[in-house]
C-alpha cells in the first residue's frame, strides 16, 4: 500500500547542532513532498516543499534532500534552536495524472524533535 | 487577526450528545478541510471540500458530518458523539494550484465522556 513513514519517532538534539529528520515513502506517484511543524497547542505550520524533479531546496536554515532511487525525504535544520521543538510531518502530494482533481495529501506520523539547551 | 479559526477550542460532551465545531477562514481559500489528529496516528482526513457545492469523504468519515455554508465557513458535525470521538481536530485550507501549501488552525480538543 501507500504510506509515508518515518525512521524514528523521537529526536533529541543539543541546542546548535544540525539536526536531520528522515522520511520514507512508497508512492512514486507524487509530484510534492512536504515537510510540516507542528508547536504543541497550535495547528500543522508549512515549512517547505520539494518538486520531484529535484534532489535538493534550501531554505531559511533549512534543507530539504530527495533521494528517489531509494525513496527517502530528509529535513535538514542547521544550527538548532529551542524554537525548532516541535513535532515534524512529512506528507506527499500525489500527481494528477495518478489521483486526478481528487488529490489528497498523504501524512507521516511525525517525529517529535526536542532541543536541549 | 489568525488566518483560520476554529470554535470552540475546547468542548467536552456526553456520548449522544450532538456537537457543531466551526471553522472561519479569512484567506480566500476555495478548499478546506478537516482532519482529526489522534497520538500515534497522525492527520486523517475526515472531509475536505473544494467549493461550496463540492463536498467530498475522506478516509474516517463515518459518524461525521459537513455543511460548508460560503466560501470562508466549514463546519464539521458529530451527529452522536461516542467516547472513541475524542481527539484533536483540525479545519484547514489550501489554494488550489498548491493544494499540498495547508494552512491550519489552532485546533479544536475534543472530549466525549
Known amino acids: 500500500g501507500e504510506s509515508v513513514g518515518l525512521h524514528l519517532p523521537t529526536l533529541s538534539v543539543q541546542e546548535g547542532d544540525n539536526s536531520i529528520i528522515n522520511c520514507a515513502y512508497s508512492?512514486?506517484?507524487?509530484?510534492?513532498f512536504i515537510w510540516y511543524k507542528q508547536e504543541s497547542g497550535k495547528g500543522p505550520q508549512f515549512i517547505i516543499d520539494?518538486?520531484?524533479n529535484m534532489d535538493k531546496r534550501q531554505g531559511q536554515r533549512v534543507t530539504v534532500l530527495l533521494n528517489k532511487t531509494v525513496k527517502h525525504l530528509s529535513l535538514q535544520i542547521a544550527a538548532t534552536q529551542p524554537g525548532d521543538s516541535a513535532v515534524y510531518f512529512c506528507a506527499e502530494n500525489p500527481a494528477y495524472y495518478n489521483a486526478g482533481n481528487n488529490r489528497k495529501l498523504i501524512w507521516g506520523l511525525g517525529t517529535s524533535l526536542a532541543v536541549n539547551p | 487577526d489568525a488566518d483560520v479559526t476554529q470554535t470552540p477550542r475546547n468542548r467536552i460532551t456526553k456520548t449522544g450528545k450532538r456537537i457543531m465545531l466551526e471553522c472561519s477562514q479569512t484567506k480566500g481559500h476555495d478548499r478546506m478541510y478537516w482532519y482529526r489528529q489522534d497520538p500515534g496516528l497522525g492527520l486523517r482526513l475526515i472531509y475536505y471540500?473544494?467549493?461550496?457545492?463540492?463536498?467530498n469523504k475522506g478516509e474516517i468519515s463515518d459518524g461525521y458530518s459537513v455543511s460548508r455554508q460560503a466560501q470562508a465557513k466549514f463546519s464539521l458535525s458529530l451527529e452522536s458523539a461516542i467516547p472513541n470521538q475524542t481527539a484533536l481536530y483540525f479545519c484547514?485550507?489550501?489554494?488550489?494550484?498548491?493544494?499540498?501549501?495547508?494552512?491550519f488552525g489552532p485546533g479544536t480538543r475534543l472530549t466525549v465522556t
Open positions: 471540500s473544494f467549493d461550496v457545492k463540492d463536498i
Open positions: 508512492n512514486s506517484a507524487s509530484d510534492y
Open positions: 484547514a485550507t489550501s489554494d488550489p494550484r498548491r493544494q499540498w501549501e495547508q494552512y
Open positions: 520539494i518538486r520531484s
